[in-house]
């Protein structure tokens, strides 16, 4: 791994900046570059060719910027894209990168959270389509060790870019989901927010949601999950550099990343554009 490197973080767009905010909470001293592809969102009505075409385009933009630990701050990137990266491009492209997702970790956290092992996973068409969380919780815990329900929220994505966080329209759609949710399983205990834009909903997601019932921020975990996986491996954590900077980067108008990284991060950010290879 090249000396003095940098953890990179991406997504298709804002949402990261969840995942963002909690990693440098619990690690501030390590130096970020946060790299979102807003040119290009949202990925999660994108085939699976697509969004692995263009995760790729962003590892090797992050992998130029010096990063050699990256994590896919994005669930559509983590179930289309991740184990095709890691599996073939990674050994082409350097064998010491390090390209982690926000799935495995999210799973590997349910047998501590959830009492019944009744668990909801509200997230994109996409990373429901792709049934990767059922894939991932089979692989970990075996066949029928949980009753996962999988539910796709496609308003919500939008409310969150509008920044429509409260009022009327937002809590109908977020109660019609939330609805429909523990009507196919009123035994849920659980809930995962599998997509980074759905924390900004919290709110309102409580408000239409049994008290009994927790809700799970993907944040935190994958945070926890950085900081043990840097733990576990010495010879990667001892070559990251630490000065505490974060630098944003994204695909379209830096003012217009910049006005929504506000409302995502509750502060101020100067942010500058890139490009990918096809945008």
Known sequence: MKENSTIGIFDSGYGGLTVLKEVVKALPQYDYIYLGDNARTPYGTRSFDVVYSYTKEAVGKLYEMGCRLI?????????????????????????????????????????SLSKNRHVGILATNGTVRSNSYLLEVEKLYGVGA??????????WVPLVENNELKGDGTSYFVKKYMDELFCIDPQ??????????????????????????????????????????????????DKLSRHGTIEYYTTEKAELFESMAEVFLGEKVSVSHTKLISN
């Not at 064998?95 to 349910?110: A, C, D, K, M, T």
């Not at 949980?146 to 308003?155: D, G, V």
């Open 71 to 111: 994590v896919l701050a994005c669930n559509t990137a983590s179930a289309k894209a991740l184990r095709t990266i890691q599996q073939r491009d990674i050994p082409e492209l350097d064998s010491s990168l390090r390209v982690l997702g926000v799935i495995r970790p999210s799973v590997e956290h349910l047998a």
């Open 146 to 155: 949980f009753q996962i329900t999988q539910l796709a929220c496609p308003m």
């Open 188 to 237: 849920i205990d659980t809930v995962l927010l599998a997509c980074t834009h759905y924390p900004l909903l919290k709110e309102v997601i409580r408000e239409h949601t049994p008290a009994r019932v927790r809700l799970v921020e993907q944040g935190a975990i994958v945070a926890e999950s950085l900081r043990q996986y840097l733990h576990r491996h010495p010879e990667i954590d």
